[in-house]
């Protein structure tokens, strides 16, 4: 298994372009999420979907869009690039039976990552 | 609300001396909690988790950590440090909300290894 894979590695944009990034998962993981990371600091949630078709926003998700059309793709959408927006984005994915409080929570598996610069 | 204070921002040994890396969590019901690495221009990866099957956790790579209620502790420790555990370490701790598996990041610890 390929795991989580993220494409681009890296990119740079200019201020209001927009471009989407790709996120793959081949573990048949009905969840997945979107991260930041920026400098110092740990991952902010973006947004998650816990299933086709389903999405819901997290922690820090203006400027941002997703979509979950199958079990294995989750892009996110950057709509008009703004330099708050350069981190260090992160998607990904676990597999979770059961939901509330007191479940076993399980282990989410990360891809390797996409370094924006925005400018 | 489930939060996790990661107490050094920074830690620097020497190599072959034990590694130490703080963690403290707010929970209101038993949390699990995890540590990740992430090694420079890499992904996260996980080196253990504790999920109230056995209180001291053992990873990979060497490390294990130690879940202690009565301090709302997880700190992580190695015996002998290697040069290529230097890395960025994340103490996690789970959350549930709104049906699904939400995680909380400390701000991480930056470990460094000196020969």
């Known amino acids: 298994n390929a795991g989580v894979t993220q494409t681009p590695k890296f990119r740079i944009l200019k201020i209001g372009q927009s471009m989407t990034l790709q996120c793959t998962q081949d573990m048949n993981h009905n969840y997945m999420y979107w991260y930041r990371q920026d400098p110092g600091m740990g991952l902010k949630l973006i947004y998650y979907s816990v299933g086709a078709g389903i999405t819901d926003k997290g922690e820090v998700p203006n400027g941002y869009n997703v979509s979950r059309s199958t079990t294995e793709d989750f892009p996110l959408r950057l709509e008009l690039a703004a330099p708050s927006q350069t981190s260090v984005y992160f998607c990904?994915?676990?597999?979770?039976?059961?939901?509330?409080?007191?479940?076993?929570?399980?282990?989410?598996?990360f891809g390797p990552g996409t370094r924006l610069t925005v400018t | 609300a489930q939060s996790v204070t990661q107490l050094d921002s920074h830690v620097s040994v020497s190599e072959g001396t034990p590694v130490l890396l703080r963690c403290n969590y707010s929970s209101s019901y038993s949390p699990s909690l995890f540590w990740y690495v992430q090694h420079p221009n890499k992904g996260l990866q996980l080196l253990l988790k504790?999920?109230?099957?056995?209180?001291l956790v053992k990873g990979i790579n060497g490390f294990e950590a130690e879940f202690k209620k009565s301090e709302t502790s997880f700190h992580l420790t190695k015996p002998s440090a290697h040069m290529s555990d230097a890395a960025e370490y994340f103490c996690v701790v789970s959350d549930q909300a709104r049906g699904y598996n939400k995680l909380i990041f400390g701000a991480g610890t930056r470990l460094a290894v000196h020969p």
């Open positions: 504790y999920t109230s099957a056995a209180t």
């Open positions: 990904a994915s676990s597999y979770s039976t059961r939901a509330g409080r007191g479940a076993s929570s399980y282990e989410q598996y």
